[in-house]
């Protein structure tokens, strides 16, 4: 954990202390995990204030850092701990709610709002996350594995997200990481519907987007399904396209790129192929303590790909009234390029 704070500490410019509120923050830098606390940093002092419910939890997970049981409401907890320590200038997250700032500059400090400082430290996995992503992915892609052979015509969307849902759990994971999409028909042009009682039919494009946990992180991934039945060669066509911008952006990946490139080179397929307009949302996220954290891979985003991040690449095509396709997989970048995390397949299986 020391070279996590160093990598924070690193930003302490203009300020005496560095306040952390974000829980997932909080447990990248200590490994707590339990659901309340805050840490105050300085240039010499680790402190980690909790309440009496985590007392013993805290002995447990945390070491290196000084424990402080709060007593009385928090802002009042971390002026108090500030004028201690001798902070008159305090750093903090960004993204804290805006009523707990409006509290806190109330109080005789100068704040300094800081954006996004251990999130970009925890864009770059060390080796012993990277183990615990690769088992998210081994557990996910086991767990559809073994709901696979059920997803035909006449299943139940939701009843698939569910099955997908039991075996993950079986597998080990102590979390489902989102909502488990399974979309399917008409259904899949929405890149994010939730499972319906829709029951899977012949022609269907079926979308399954789900993911798994280890020790806290998180995998993501889609695999596209056509049912066998009418309008079978445009949905081919379709899925062709995704899977060549798949197969572009993860070869677009390296240190040193901007994101919006490895975007760009997904969507300049689809454009290519006629079908930009129904490729709306960004080509990848960052995944880690988050389903969702930095890097954007989008085409806007001017963010430097660096060794070590982990992000999904999944372009797709929504045609509303026929159907969509995403294909998602997980990347982790090398010094010469992308290792892909998942292993399944990615030929259109038609079932």
């Not at 109080?107 to 998210?136: F, G, H, Q, T, Y």
């Not at 079926?206 to 049912?227: K, N, P, Q």
Request: a positive charge.
């Amino acid at each position: 954990m020391n070279f996590r704070l160093f990598s924070i500490r690193k930003f302490f410019t203009g300020i005496d202390g560095f306040l952390v509120s974000d829980m997932n923050n909080i447990r990248y830098l200590t490994g707590f995990t339990g659901s309340s606390g805050f840490l105050l940093i300085t240039k010499t002092k680790n402190i980690f204030a909790t309440d009496f419910r985590y007392k013993e939890q805290f002995d447990r997970e945390v070491s290196g850092w000084d424990i402080f049981i709060e007593k009385r409401e928090r802002v009042k907890t971390i002026a108090a701990l500030s004028k201690k320590l001798g902070i008159k200038k305090l750093g903090f997250e960004a993204s804290v709610p805006y009523d707990f700032f409006k509290r806190l500059s109330r109080k005789d400090l100068v704040l300094k709002p800081l954006k996004n400082v251990v999130e970009k430290a925890r864009a770059i996995k060390d080796s012993e996350e990277m183990s615990l992503i690769k088992e998210a992915v081994r557990r996910a892609e086991t767990a559809f594995l073994e709901v696979r052979p059920h997803i035909k015509k006449g299943i139940r969307e939701s009843r698939v997200a569910v099955m997908l849902a039991e075996r993950l759990k079986k597998r080990g994971c102590a979390r489902i990481p989102f909502d488990i999409i399974v979309t399917s028909g008409r259904n899949s042009s929405m890149p994010h519907a939730k499972a319906t009682e829709k029951k899977i039919e012949a022609g269907d494009l079926v979308v399954i987007d789900w993911g798994g946990e280890a020790g806290g992180y998180f995998s993501d991934m889609t695999r596209t399904l056509l049912v066998r039945g009418k309008d079978m060669s445009k949905k081919m066509e379709i899925y062709n396209i995704v899977l060549k911008a798949n197969r572009k952006a993860v070869s677009a990946v390296s240190p040193g790129v901007e994101s919006k490139k490895i975007d760009n080179s997904a969507r300049h397929v689809i454009k290519k192929a006629g079908y930009g307009e129904f490729f709306g949302h960004g080509t990848g996220h960052g995944v880690g303590l988050q389903v969702h954290e930095l890097p954007h891979i989008t085409s806007k985003s001017r963010e430097v790909i660096k060794k070590d991040m982990v992000f999904t690449i999944e372009p797709g095509i929504y045609v509303p009234g026929l159907g969509g396709v995403r294909i998602e997989d997980m990347v982790a970048v090398k010094s010469k390029g992308a290792e892909t995390l998942t292993t399944l397949s990615k030929g259109l299986e038609i079932v």
